[in-house]
């Protein structure tokens, strides 16, 4: 989403139905929760509404949003994040040039098991990454980098051949396009950047052993 009028509107539908706001500061490892209190497309401004007694750092940060249940928004901002005079937790902000609309997942996803081999390796100039799996669907995979790993992923970017490591009896061979960057804290790994991989190559035999895969591995139904 590129067009400041949808944003604006996107903005303001938010304002509207007080959905809460949460704020990825990069030099925090917290993140910091917030609403829209106006918006301004004459400007195009917006004010947020911080929650809590922190406030929000200077440098970037990234914004995450729930829309309409179905959907996130997505987009990332840098300022100095001053408050208005005597209204510390009223912070003004510019539109973002872009944002990122995440459809949620039409396929059911399953989280790997902590101990079980599940893994993406792949090549970025001549870099070689192998990155844990974190859930995977028949339309895509999750993966877990460091911050450090993250520095080579940015969303939009292609990744091709992923050799994909699905338990000990399935590897297959996928290129991947990068939908989702989310840095958020583990108690045992501490700083990590979920990142969401949709797959581009998604042919009727590949598609055929995720099937099986995630009906052979979901949860049965209690009755």
């Known amino acids: 989403m590129c067009d400041p009028f949808d944003i604006g509107e996107t903005l303001h539908s938010l304002a509207e139905s007080g959905e809460p706001l949460t704020i990825y500061p990069n030099s925090m490892r917290e993140p910091l929760l917030a609403r829209i209190a106006r918006v301004d497309p004459e400007e195009p401004h917006f004010t947020l509404d ?15 949003a729930a829309l309409d249940g179905n959907a996130k928004l997505q987009f990332e901002l840098e300022a100095g994040w001053g408050g208005l005079p005597g209204e510390p937790n009223l912070v003004p902000a510019v539109f973002p040039e872009s944002c990122l609309v995440l459809n949620r997942r039409a396929a059911p996803r399953l989280d ?15 870099k070689q990454f192998e990155l844990p799996l974190c859930d995977y669907s028949i339309g895509g995979v999750g993966l877990r980098a460091t911050p450090g790993q993250a520095q080579e992923l940015y969303l939009g970017r292609k990744l091709k051949s992923v ?39 998604n042919e009727m035999q590949m598609r055929q052993h995720l099937e099986r895969l995630v009906m052979s591995n979901r949860p049965l139904a209690r009755t």
């Open 112 to 126: 790997t098991p902590v101990n079980g081999n599940f893994a993406a390796t792949f090549t970025i100039l001549n």
């Open 163 to 201: 050799r994909l490591q699905l338990g000990p009896a399935l590897t297959i061979v996928a290129d991947l396009d990068i939908r989702l960057l989310r840095p958020f804290r583990s108690f045992l790994l501490g700083e990590q950047v979920q990142v969401g991989c949709a797959i581009e190559n």
């Open 50 to 64: 911080l929650a809590g007694d922190l406030p929000i750092p200077a440098g970037r940060a990234t914004f995450v």
